[in-house]
């Protein structure tokens, strides 16, 4: 009975409930990085194409307004907004490559829309005209890039049809 109490307590039994232990935790986050990537694809593929249109609609509208000339500040602001919106919520539905993309076109709308606070430092600087002549530029960068990110939000969403 003695070797039956020491073969518990020995060695051998504390060794093998250690490398269990290893085991399953390096299972646990298998598992879990397993799952994380499968919800990541059912959310990219079931969400992404509404809000890649949504994207193209406000890429639209911000080409229209650009086109026409006329550059509503509040039409334009709303446009900003939604487009900050959208891609905020893209951001968080893809990975790297289209990640740091839409963060740039986020620094960019955040430069125009003066949500960093840069609006009073150009209007006061620039006495208001030329700030409007950087806002249509900086404002036709972000439609070429929503445009650019749109198009590549189509293609990652073609590919990821195939590899599952």
Known sequence: MDWAIDIVNGKYISAFAALSSIISLVITVAVYLGIRKIKRFYAFTARVPELNERLGEIASKISSSLNSGTLNTTSTKEMLADAEVTLKSICNKVDNPLKNQVRKIIHDIEFIDNTKGLKNKFVKFFNGSPYEGIQENKLREVYI????????????????????
């Open 145 to 164: 890039s929503l445009y650019k990110l749109n198009a590549e939000c189509k293609n990652a969403y073609e590919d990821s049809r195939w590899e599952q």
